[in-house]
């Protein structure tokens, strides 16, 4: 889904909605301020998110790769239940940044992120509390040609392999 060129992050996670402008595929962002900010990052141990939980049923189509493709990708049928994967807050809920069609992304702490593209419905709004567990879209093939649900997590903004993470699939 991400172009290697495409390195920088989804800016201002928390102003957008449905009727933004466009912008190309990038990935998220923990940042909730508008203007940037010129602090080192914190050397504070990260946040710990109680347990993962996989966002749908479905086989892994596709795995991380780092500049690539900064997430995996899970196949499913279209309407499958796409689930929170920790409780947290929407920040983003929309489909105005290319590559990722209709996008949730769930802000968990100041650590953690997690985004879910491709849906066909988004059942929850900005600025939504969600728990874990709960459904929070129905997977699509929005923006891409099949269906399946494209899952990242970011740590501080970077992306960070999904798979070590969530629980062995059985």
């Known amino acids: 889904v991400l172009a290697a060129s495409t390195s920088k ?46 966002p749908s049923q479905g086989k892994v189509v596709r795995g991380f790769s780092g500049e690539v493709h900064k997430g995996i990708d899970i196949a499913g049928k279209a309407g499958d239940a796409v689930q929170a994967v920790a409780a947290g807050k ?31 419905r988004l059942r929850v709004a900005e600025g939504a509390s969600v728990k874990a567990g709960e459904r929070i879209a129905d997977m699509g093939s929005s923006a891409t040609n099949s269906v399946k649900l494209h899952f990242e997590i970011r740590r501080d903004g970077k992306p960070i392999d999904p798979l070590k993470f969530l629980p062995k699939q059985s």
């Open 90 to 120: 929407v920040v983003y809920a929309g489909n105005g940044i290319v590559g990722y069609g209709n996008l949730l992304i769930i802000k968990h702490n100041e650590t953690y992120l997690s985004a879910y593209g491709h849906n066909r």
């Open 9 to 54: 992050t989804i800016s201002k996670t928390t102003s957008k909605s449905n009727s933004a402008p466009r912008k190309t595929a990038s990935a998220p962002s923990t940042s909730t301020s508008k203007t940037p900010s010129k602090s080192k990052p914190s050397t504070a141990p990260a946040a710990k998110v109680g347990r993962w939980r996989w």
